[in-house]
């Protein structure tokens, strides 16, 4: 079970860009050039039980990177920011019902006896419902402000999740490159 809610969760950010969602709040008070350096707090408790050691780093690393590009240092202590990452997988099912309108008789009416090729005649209709289990990935970058020890910015993916395994490489940053496009710094081009 351990295994199978791993490869769940990093699966949101094997998914392809279009299938993720993003989005984020932050403090419109607050000034975010004067940031220059950042430390990770960690993971939330919970996530020891869905991420291994492995892909915690490539989170990690993805946001590293998108950091830098907006002129972050990486410290590992004592940063002006404080950045907190977790992540939660919800199973979901989804219901499809499709009514087949020919019934028995056809696309021509019941058995035959219809009004032209319409199916004007009175055949019965079925319909078929199909349930579908998925389960929906939620990766969550909070950024405190570590002097005032305040959220200043949240920004958030969420996706289906593709359990492929050797995307994770690629996928993780592109996904990371999406929440961190929300935040109020843009990259300055390095």
Same mark, same amino acid.
């Given at each position: 079970?351990?295994?199978?809610?791993?490869?769940?969760? @990093?699966?949101?950010?094997?998914?392809? =860009?279009?299938?993720?969602?993003?989005?984020?709040?932050? *403090?419109?008070?607050?000034?975010?050039?004067?940031?220059?350096?950042?430390?990770?707090?960690?993971?939330?408790? %919970?996530?020891?039980?869905?991420?291994?050691?492995?892909?915690?780093?490539?989170?990690?690393?993805?946001?590293?990177? %998108?950091?830098?590009?907006?002129?972050?240092?990486?410290? %590992?202590?004592?940063? *002006?920011?404080?950045?907190?990452?977790?992540? @939660? @997988?919800?199973?979901?099912?989804?219901?499809?019902?499709?009514?087949?309108?020919?019934?028995?008789?056809?696309?021509?009416?019941?058995?035959?006896?219809?009004?032209?090729?319409?199916?004007?005649?009175?055949?019965?209709?079925?319909?078929?419902?199909?349930?579908?289990?998925?389960?929906?990935?939620?990766?969550? =970058?909070?950024?405190?402000?570590?002097?005032?020890?305040?959220?200043?910015?949240?920004?958030?993916?969420?996706?289906? @999740?593709?359990?492929?395994? %050797?995307?994770?490489?690629?996928?993780?940053?592109?996904?990371?490159?999406?929440?961190?496009?929300?935040?109020?710094?843009?990259?300055?081009?390095?």
């Amino acid at each position: 079970m351990k295994n199978l809610l791993l490869a769940a969760v @990093v699966a949101i950010l094997s998914a392809g =860009c279009s299938s993720l969602t993003v989005t984020s709040d932050y *403090d419109k008070t607050t000034d975010f050039s004067k940031y220059k350096t950042l430390s990770y707090y960690g993971w939330a408790e %919970e996530s020891d039980k869905i991420l291994t050691r492995f892909d915690k780093e490539r989170i990690e690393k993805a946001f590293g990177e %998108e950091f830098k590009k907006r002129g972050y240092t990486i410290v %590992e202590k004592g940063g *002006d920011v404080i950045v907190s990452l977790f992540i @939660v @997988v919800d199973e979901k099912t989804s219901t499809t019902a499709y009514t087949n309108h020919y019934g028995a008789g056809g696309p021509y009416g019941y058995y035959g006896y219809g009004y032209g090729a319409w199916g004007w005649g009175g055949g019965p209709s079925t319909t078929t419902y199909t349930e579908s289990d998925y389960k929906v990935g939620t990766l969550v =970058c909070d950024v405190f402000d570590s002097q005032e020890k305040k959220l200043v910015w949240q920004g958030v993916g969420q996706g289906t @999740v593709n359990e492929n395994p %050797e995307r994770r490489d690629k996928s993780i940053p592109n996904a990371v490159a999406q929440i961190m496009a929300k935040y109020p710094v843009k990259p300055t081009g390095k």
